[in-house]
């Protein structure tokens, strides 16, 4: 019953009082930091060549350090938020992150400097659990539109940190890293003044959760104890391994786009210089599609702009197979790919409410996809002559990633039963 009618009349409360608005700058600037602590590891390489005596491939197993760290954070800060508060979670990830920052920054030998990236991992993925999990809880109708703009400033990041880093020079990389994670212990204040956004309906009784507690005024069960958008647990558990593989297929094209797009244009007949400005248009272009699909959310389901954007990614990766069209195609990617993470977030939360065990999942899932497919890309890449293979694999994909969006919708729509009289006002 009270299902729809306390999203509609208490939902402004819990806008306003889960995210008061320096919370909310705090996380934005949360995801400015991580989004460039991301992305400052391959800019600093040559530096790390240079002072550990490194070869590539070993340097680059900072990113892989980092992307371990990211994926044990996520289920750690899962079965943290179970127990304890929000601003706890962000306190402790603040706080990993800046301490691998630090080390990072001082380390002396290579494995040192892995432990820190991996400490400071462990950090950024509870920072990024964390506050997309709780940006869908905590903003209600509004929650799509916030997710978009908060991942958004990881973009921001992700360009502002390789830019700062280029402009002092590779060897400075410490400096930046002890200043960011300076940054992270500045942030932690105004973030701690987010309140818990996790469903408040009882804290542990598990899997039918949500609703009825609340709407039960006496110690009896009312008469209809399921509440009227309960998932049976099987039907869950099949629509959460839909989201994942829909979240691996997507930042495994994600990473496709951004690591091989430089190698077709060049085989085009492209500069070096002009192929790496299209790649950064293709960054570019993600960070603005996600505040130009802010607005767009508060009017249309997560649901169509998830499946529309999954087709427009098919359509330009096509359309990336035309020599003459690659360059700007590739900036159309950029831009239908936008809302698919942030905005799936909200389809899951919508479908699966108060899924924040799913949310790690699929959290973590999409943090496999971005370790995975580069390598598994680079070899099936190799092992084709035609360069075109590049853009046509990568929208093979996008079409499966697109079919498996379609069956998330259709698992989604099952799940949900019949509503009853006193649920028939939204929706």
Same mark, same amino acid.
């Given at each position: 019953m009270?299902?729809?009618?306390?999203?509609?009349?208490? #939902?402004?409360?819990?806008?306003?009082?889960?995210?008061?608005?320096?919370?909310?700058?705090?996380?934005?600037?949360?995801?400015?930091?991580?989004?460039?602590?991301?992305?400052?590891?391959?800019?600093?390489?040559?530096?790390?060549?240079? #002072?550990?005596?490194?070869?590539?491939?070993?340097?680059?197993?900072?990113?892989?350090?980092?992307?371990?760290?990211?994926l044990?954070?996520?289920?750690?800060?899962?079965?943290?938020?179970?127990?304890?508060?929000?601003?706890?979670?962000?306190?402790?990830?603040?706080?990993?992150?800046?301490?691998?920052a630090?080390?990072?920054?001082v380390?002396?030998?290579?494995?040192?400097?892995?432990?820190?990236?991996?400490?400071?991992?462990?950090?950024?993925?509870?920072?990024?659990?964390?506050?997309?999990?709780?940006?869908?809880?905590g903003?209600?109708?509004r929650?799509t539109?916030?997710?978009?703009?908060?991942?958004?400033?990881?973009?921001?990041?992700?360009?502002?940190?390789?830019?700062?880093?280029?402009?002092?020079?590779?060897?400075?990389?410490?400096?930046?890293?002890?200043?960011?994670?300076?940054?992270?212990?500045?942030v932690?204040p105004?973030?701690?003044?987010?309140?818990?956004?996790?469903?408040?309906?009882?804290?542990?009784?598990?899997?039918?959760?949500?609703?009825?507690?609340?709407?039960?005024?006496?110690?009896?069960?009312?008469?209809?104890?399921?509440?009227?958008?309960a998932?049976?647990?099987?039907?869950?558990?099949?629509?959460?391994?839909?989201?994942?593989?829909?979240?691996?297929?997507?930042?495994?094209? #994600?990473?496709?786009?951004?690591?091989?797009?430089?190698?077709?244009? #060049?085989?085009?007949?492209?500069?070096?210089?002009?192929?790496?400005?299209?790649?950064?248009?293709?960054?570019?272009?993600?960070?603005?599609?996600?505040?130009?699909?802010?607005?767009i959310?508060?009017?249309?389901?997560?649901?169509?702009?998830?499946?529309?954007?999954?087709?427009?990614?098919?359509?330009?990766?096509?359309?990336?197979?035309?020599?003459?069209?690659?360059?700007?195609?590739?900036?159309?990617?950029?831009?239908?790919?936008?809302?698919?993470?942030?905005?799936?977030?909200?389809?899951?939360?919508?479908?699966?409410?108060?899924?924040?065990?799913?949310?790690?999942?699929?959290?973590?899932?999409?943090?496999?996809?971005?370790?995975?497919?580069?390598?598994?890309?680079?070899?099936?890449?190799e092992?084709?002559?035609?360069?075109?293979?590049?853009?046509?694999?990568?929208?093979?994909?996008?079409?499966?990633?697109?079919?498996? $969006?379609?069956?998330?919708?259709?698992?989604?729509?099952?799940?949900?039963?019949?509503?009853?009289?006193l649920?028939?006002? $939204?929706?």
């Amino acid at each position: 019953m009270t299902a729809d009618l306390v999203d509609g009349s208490v #939902e402004p409360v819990a806008e306003t009082t889960a995210f008061p608005l320096r919370a909310a700058i705090a996380a934005c600037a949360a995801f400015v930091l991580i989004g460039a602590l991301q992305a400052l590891y391959g800019p600093a390489i040559p530096a790390l060549r240079r #002072e550990f005596g490194i070869s590539p491939a070993t340097a680059g197993l900072a990113l892989s350090a980092h992307f371990a760290g990211a994926l044990l954070g996520v289920l750690a800060g899962a079965a943290l938020r179970r127990r304890r508060p929000d601003r706890q979670l962000l306190l402790v990830s603040c706080l990993f992150m800046a301490v691998g920052a630090v080390a990072f920054a001082v380390a002396a030998d290579w494995p040192f400097a892995l432990a820190a990236v991996f400490v400071l991992g462990v950090g950024f993925g509870g920072i990024d659990y964390g506050l997309n999990v709780m940006f869908a809880e905590g903003f209600g109708r509004r929650g799509t539109s916030m997710l978009n703009i908060l991942n958004a400033h990881f973009g921001l990041g992700a360009i502002a940190g390789p830019a700062l880093l280029g402009a002092l020079g590779a060897d400075r990389y410490p400096a930046v890293f002890a200043g960011c994670a300076v940054a992270c212990v500045l942030v932690v204040p105004p973030l701690l003044a987010v309140r818990d956004t996790a469903p408040a309906a009882g804290p542990a009784p598990a899997p039918p959760d949500g609703t009825a507690p609340s709407t039960a005024p006496s110690g009896t069960a009312p008469p209809n104890a399921i509440p009227p958008n309960a998932t049976p647990p099987r039907t869950t558990a099949i629509l959460m391994g839909a989201f994942i593989v829909l979240y691996i297929l997507h930042v495994g094209i #994600e990473t496709g786009v951004g690591g091989w797009e430089p190698t077709h244009l #060049e085989a085009l007949g492209n500069s070096t210089s002009a192929a790496a400005g299209a790649t950064a248009g293709f960054w570019l272009a993600m960070t603005i599609g996600r505040f130009l699909v802010a607005p767009i959310s508060l009017r249309v389901r997560p649901q169509v702009v998830v499946l529309a954007s999954c087709a427009a990614m098919t359509g330009f990766l096509l359309l990336a197979a035309v020599p003459p069209l690659a360059p700007y195609a590739y900036l159309g990617v950029g831009l239908a790919i936008a809302p698919i993470f942030p905005t799936g977030l909200a389809w899951l939360n919508e479908r699966v409410p108060g899924s924040a065990s799913a949310a790690a999942w699929v959290i973590a899932a999409s943090m496999i996809g971005g370790i995975a497919f580069p390598p598994l890309l680079g070899a099936a890449f190799e092992t084709s002559a035609d360069t075109m293979a590049i853009p046509l694999l990568l929208a093979a994909l996008s079409a499966v990633c697109t079919a498996v $969006g379609v069956a998330c919708g259709a698992i989604g729509r099952r799940a949900r039963p019949v509503p009853n009289s006193l649920t028939t006002t $939204g929706s």
